[in-house]
Structure formats: structure tokens, C-alpha cells
């Protein structure tokens, strides 16, 4: 267990519908990181909160969106889904916001979109 | 561009054997190198980072190196294990304005232990 929690594990739904991906950070780090992750792809970086607010914004669509709550645990929300975003999301927390310290990541929530 | 190659794609050895699996980077400026490891399905875990100084770093039978001139990194397993089978992945992270970090992740090597 890296204590980086994500819900749900896996996720079945259909085109056109919105899910919401949780991530509880371990203990005492700040920053939270989303990745996707595509068949056979290397990780891809979403977007990143550190302490609340939004840090940096990689390759995510407009369609997806993310926000950081006080108590740290963060959200991904993807909408009007489509084939193609079914992937594995990774979500990663480190101490800091810098991007200095190694990342420790949660073991993902794979999304079906059928 | 910013960006991290690795080698070789794909790679299948005999347990109990070592393998060397080699990463390039043209990222700058350069800040530090990590090297993950992935089991099928699962979160990447952190094997080891290195600094612009380290130019070689061992956790348990995993050793990595570092040539910051040529812009280079190993990731060394010895006497592999069929537990090794897995995707190796290098992350290069560049400093950006103060002390923020930007992390370029590579594809990753996919590595098969066969007993």
C-alpha cells in the first residue's frame, strides 16, 4: 500500500455520461498529480494541485476538470465521454508542489467507456 | 524539446540473469532522473532518483547511473527475478522558473523475466 488511495477501482459507463475519480493523498504530502495512462501508453500528465490551488495543467481536454478540497483529497470529473478516454488514471502525491520529490501514486482507477 | 528516450522497447531474459535498460534525455535544464517501476495494472513505484552529482545509486538488486555530460542513464538488474517482470519507466525532471519542476516521462521498457 502507498498511501495514495483511489476510488473507485474500476469504472464501467457509457459515451455521452460524466464520472468523478477520487484520489486521498498519503499522509502529509500537498501536492496531488493526475495522469492517464492509454492502452500500452506511457503516462500522460493531466494536471496538478498543490495545497488547493492549481499548479500546472498538462494535455487535459476541456471536458475534464479537477479541483484539490481543504482536507487535500482532489477530484478528476471526466464528462460527455467518449471511447477514447477509457484508460487507467493514476493519481500521485508528493510534499511539495515543485515537482522536486519523487512522486508515490496510487495503483490507478481504470475507466470502461462502452 | 524537451524529451526522454528509452531502450530497448521491449525485453526478454532468463531469470537469474542481468539486464541493463538504457534511457536519453535532451531535457533542460536538467534537475533530476527517476527511475520507476510498473507492474501490469498497477502504480508505478519509485526504484531511484539522482541528482545533477549522484552518477550512480543502487536500491537492492536495482542500480542506476547517471552521465550528466552525455545525458545518459542505466537502470542495472541483477540476478533478475521473475517479480522483475514489469515496465521500467525514466522520468526526467526540469527546472522551470524558481523551484518549480516540469517531470518528462518516457514510454518505458517492458520487461519479461521467463523462469
Known amino acids: 500500500d502507498s498511501g495514495v488511495t483511489q476510488t473507485p477501482k474500476h469504472l464501467i459507463t457509457a459515451t455521452g455520461q460524466r464520472v468523478t475519480l477520487r484520489c486521498s493523498p498519503r499522509?502529509?504530502?500537498?501536492?496531488v498529480y493526475w495522469y492517464q495512462q492509454s492502452l500500452d501508453q506511457g503516462l500522460q500528465f493531466l494536471i496538478q494541485?498543490?495545497?488547493?490551488?492549481?499548479?500546472a495543467k498538462g494535455n487535459i481536454l476541456e471536458r475534464f476538470s479537477a479541483q484539490q478540497f481543504p482536507d487535500l483529497h482532489s477530484e478528476l470529473n471526466l464528462s460527455s465521454l467518449e471511447l477514447g478516454d477509457s484508460a487507467l488514471y493514476f493519481c500521485?502525491?508528493?510534499?511539495?508542489?515543485?515537482?522536486?520529490?519523487?512522486?508515490?501514486f496510487g495503483a490507478g482507477s481504470r475507466l470502461t467507456v462502452l | 524539446k524537451n524529451q526522454v528516450e528509452q531502450s530497448p522497447q521491449s525485453l526478454i531474459i532468463l531469470e537469474g540473469k542481468n539486464c541493463t535498460l538504457q534511457?536519453?534525455?535532451?531535457?533542460?535544464?536538467?534537475?533530476?532522473l527517476r527511475w520507476y517501476k510498473q507492474d501490469t495494472g498497477r502504480g508505478p513505484v519509485s526504484l531511484t532518483i539522482?541528482?545533477?552529482?549522484?552518477n550512480t545509486k543502487s536500491n537492492g538488486r536495482y542500480t542506476a547511473t547517471l552521465d550528466a555530460d552525455t545525458k545518459q542513464s542505466s537502470l542495472h538488474i541483477t540476478a533478475s527475478q521473475l517479480s522483475d517482470s514489469a515496465s521500467y519507466i525514466c522520468?526526467?525532471?526540469?527546472?522551470?522558473?524558481?523551484?518549480?519542476?516540469?517531470?518528462?516521462f518516457g514510454t518505458g521498457t517492458l520487461l519479461a523475466v521467463q523462469p
Open positions: 500521485a502525491s508528493s510534499v511539495s508542489g515543485t515537482g522536486a520529490n519523487v512522486l508515490t
Open positions: 499522509s502529509g504530502d500537498l501536492s
Open positions: 494541485y498543490y495545497n488547493g490551488e492549481e499548479r
Open positions: 534511457c536519453n534525455y535532451t531535457v533542460s535544464p536538467f534537475s533530476n
Open positions: 539522482m541528482t545533477f552529482s549522484e
Open positions: 522520468v526526467v525532471s526540469a527546472r522551470y522558473g524558481g523551484a518549480t519542476n516540469k517531470l518528462i
